[in-house]
């Protein structure tokens, strides 16, 4: 990996900055205010996990930050670009460039084969056939699925659809991947291969990982613990991984 | 994973129509039943277009191939005020008489040859065949001011012409109706009381563009005609040949003036006569041919409106039922062009399959419909052309909309679609 970075002598670049980011969802005495003004500062390499019940704001947090959905509100910054004000195809380039998404539910394209599904980022990039074929084996290696190139999602295990998920994540060579419960639909087992190959993606490549999930085990895997509580951060902890799971 | 990249987020990729159009063709393919009943419309648009037209054009083609097979300078003076495609108002008009004949002959610079020509449909028997067919009575002028030999026998001798002699001459239809494949030189043929001998037998002429059969008739010496069928002495069309150093027009303008003079019409009456020249005589046959095929032309073209709508209907059925898939696509970094693209690109796929299959349905029909007609089948390249991009029209027209509101999807709505 060469993620080279522009701001070299910035100390502790800060690769994403909310400042109080609202999202306030309907209107009039339907109105709901998923989120009540976040202040997180994420610096690159991180490996952070959102916690917190449901309803708190943290799908919605993960939402704004992957350039999904738009705060209401509020500033966000990533790698020094205020992101609030890029337009929707904008807010698609920088996804499709320096983004990585990963779904409870996978959200692969079915009847499509593993290999296709980790190509297709790479053809909105505009890549030729042959470096978009060796990029997406490169990535599905990575993930430990040679051999399943061809398989279609319906011909994998939840497990290796998930690893699919992760490989079309990567395989941009993204700063960020967002993860939005990917375990969840997992068994312990699975759950944890997952987590592995997440901390491993984020210690040997360098790649900053934001995570929501509600299971304390997972999360654990993190090294640092964001809980939301009411749309608003109640607590943002260090956390060491390995230690937490007996509490 | 070694690429380099750009520092600014929002850099951008290369077009990817290629790939886009392969992933058209798998989700036409995909839903291959689907597919094709979504586009039966344009194919059946395409398909009846290209026929008419193909059908139309034959038949003009073949309209003029038979007035010019009259002879391109020969001018046809008719009684009456004639206009394109309405009745004649013959009757209460004078019919010529052989008067005009000789002045048309001798006054007129020009003329190659006049000839008289008065018919009526009979029904002609033969021992115990029978053929209803067109009796003209007429002279050998006939003949030559059509360029058309005889095939076996022989034409009217003078003194037949002039007394009016029972003496006929069979295009090729009654002589086959009425002898089959013998021989009728010397035989007897009877139309009403009138017992003529066969003489001679025409060269084959052909079926002309109207469906009308050019071989179907029995030439008979006009004085016989007049004194046993009309009961008069008149001539009820002139036909006029004219030599090719004259033009048609000057020479149109003389037979005019002519006219007038001998059937005494004063200056501030209307003709009471036509005198059509071959160009009038295509463009009034063609006309008939241009009107039918236009209007069969525009009931086909709503076709293809309709077959657009289907289409658009199909792809707005498409675009709801792929609205998790267009989440996907957003989220990992399609543009709202790319998305428009894709549905886009999907929808004149489809629209130019459905304009592929027609134009094939097109031909076929058109093939047959010439055949039936026996007209020629000449498919043109450029309707081809003209039918495939308007099937392309048709897809970027009915596929806009659904596109674009695949396109303006909110990427978070889509991924939570259900």
């Not at chain 1, 969802?25 to 690159?44: F, H, M, N, P, S």
Request: with cysteine.
């Amino acid at each position: 990996m060469s993620v080279a970075t522009a701001q070299s002598d910035t100390p502790a670049p800060r690769l994403i900055e909310l400042s109080g980011v609202t999202k306030v969802y309907g209107t009039g005495a339907g109105e709901v205010r998923a989120l009540r003004g976040i202040d997180l500062q994420i610096a690159k390499g991180e490996f952070v996990a959102i916690m917190g019940p449901s309803g708190s704001g943290k799908s919605t947090a993960m939402h704004i930050l992957g350039c999904l959905d738009t705060p209401t509100a509020g500033n966000y910054r990533f790698m020094g670009h205020t992101v609030s004000d890029f337009d929707r195809d904008q807010r698609a380039l920088l996804r499709r460039n320096y983004l990585g998404f990963v779904f409870q539910g996978y959200n692969l394209m079915p009847r499509t084969s593993a290999l296709e599904n980790v190509e297709l980022p790479l053809i909105y990039q505009g890549l030729p056939t042959a470096e978009r074929r060796a990029r997406a084996l490169d990535a599905l290696a990575k993930v430990g699925l040679d051999g399943r190139e061809s398989h279609d999602p319906s011909e994998l295990s939840g497990g290796q659809q998930q690893r699919v998920a992760i490989a079309r994540a990567i395989v941009t060579g993204p700063e960020v991947l967002l993860a939005d419960e990917p375990t969840g639909n997992l068994d312990s087992a699975r759950s944890h291969e997952i987590m592995a190959l997440m901390t491993d993606l984020n210690h040997t490549d360098g790649i900053t990982i934001l995570m929501v999930t509600h299971e304390h085990d997972m999360a654990d895997y993190a090294q640092r613990l964001v809980h939301f509580i009411d749309g608003r951060i109640a607590r943002d902890t260090p956390n060491t991984p390995g230690q937490a799971s007996a509490g | 994973m070694g690429a380099s990249r750009a520092t600014h987020p929002t850099r951008r990729g290369k077009p990817v129509l290629a790939e886009t159009i392969r992933l058209a063709l798998r989700a036409v393919w995909r839903n291959a039943l689907r597919s094709f009943l979504t586009v039966l419309g344009v194919v059946i648009g395409v398909g009846a277009v290209i026929a008419m037209v193909i059908v139309g054009q034959g038949s003009t083609a073949s309209v003029q191939d038979d007035v010019a097979s009259l002879g391109t300078n020969l001018l046809i003076v008719t009684p009456g005020q004639q206009s394109m495609g309405s009745g004649t108002t013959a009757g209460v008009v004078a019919n010529f008489d052989f008067d005009d004949l000789d002045a048309i002959m001798q006054q007129i610079p020009g003329v190659a040859v006049v000839a008289p020509v008065s018919e009526t449909r009979m029904l002609a028997v033969a021992g115990n065949q029978n053929h209803a067919t067109q009796i003209v009575g007429t002279d050998n002028r006939y003949l030559e001011a059509r360029d058309w030999p005889i095939e076996a026998g022989r034409t009217f001798y003078e003194s037949e012409l002039r007394t009016g002699a029972a003496a006929c001459i069979l295009g090729q239809t009654p002589a086959a109706e009425l002898f089959g494949g013998g021989d009728p030189i010397g035989e007897t043929i009877r139309f009403r009381q009138i017992s003529c001998r066969v003489i001679g037998v025409l060269e084959p002429k052909g079926a002309s563009s109207l469906g009308t059969d050019q071989d179907d008739m029995i030439l008979i010496p006009i004085r016989a005609f007049n004194r046993r069928i009309s009961g008069n002495q008149d001539v009820g069309v002139i036909m006029v040949s004219l030599a090719d150093t004259v033009e048609p027009i000057r020479a149109k303008a003389d037979i005019e003036r002519l006219m007038r003079e001998r059937r005494r019409i004063s200056p501030n009456e209307e003709d009471d006569f036509t005198v059509f020249d071959m160009e009038e005589i295509t463009s009034m046959l063609t006309g008939i041919t241009s009107v039918l095929t236009g209007l069969l032309s525009g009931v086909a073209a709503i076709s293809l409106l309709v077959g657009g709508i289907g289409i658009m209907n199909i792809m707005l059925v498409s675009v709801t039922e792929r609205t998790r898939e267009i989440g996907i696509r957003l989220a990992i970094g399609a543009t709202t062009w790319q998305v428009l693209l894709q549905f886009l690109v999907e929808a004149i796929v489809l629209s130019l399959i459905g304009g592929l299959i027609g134009i094939f349905l097109g031909l076929g029909l058109g093939y047959l419909g010439t055949r039936m007609l026996s007209v020629p089948f000449w498919p043109d390249l450029q309707i081809i052309v003209i039918a495939f991009a308007f099937s392309a029209c048709v897809g970027i027209i009915f596929g806009y909309f659904p596109a674009r509101r695949a396109a303006r999807l909110n990427p978070i709505d889509a991924l939570r679609y259900q």
